[in-house]
């Protein structure tokens, strides 16, 4: 069965950092995107990263653009999203998702499996 956990979220304060990973399993992940999305209460889920196969693309959301760093190591099968300088805004359940494709995607709509989610509080 082809599987996404993410792991790593909590709580944290304004200014501070977080380290998502997001371990794939079932399948091998190295030629397909990676993609990181965010819900917050009452929203749309929305992009935040993708990186594509061997990390030859990679997208940002702008919101997160100099803060955020979405890398993969595909010898474990596993992406990673890191945060810092985290804002109140960035608070959320994070969402790794996975394409079965080597172009990364900002729609929702184009990835093809996805984790349960991590929830990332961030306190002012």
């Known amino acids: 069965q082809v599987q996404l956990v993410e792991s790593g979220g909590g709580l944290v304060q304004a200014g501070g950092s977080l380290r998502l990973s997001c371990l794939a399993s079932?399948?091998?992940?190295?030629?397909?995107?990676m993609g990181w999305f965010r819900q917050a209460p009452g929203q749309e889920r929305e992009f935040v990263a993708a990186i594509g196969w061997r990390g030859t693309a990679i997208y940002y959301a702008d919101s997160v653009l100099g803060r955020f760093t979405i890398s993969r190591d595909d010898a474990k099968n596993t992406a990673y999203l890191q945060m810092n300088s985290l804002k109140p805004d960035d608070a959320a359940v994070y969402y790794c998702?996975?394409?079965?494709?080597?172009?990364?995607?900002?729609?929702?709509?184009?990835?093809?499996?996805w984790g349960q989610g991590t929830q990332v509080t961030v306190s002012s």
């Open positions: 079932g399948r091998t992940f190295d030629s397909h995107v």
């Open positions: 998702a996975a394409r079965f494709s080597r172009i990364p995607a900002k729609d929702r709509q184009y990835y093809d499996i």
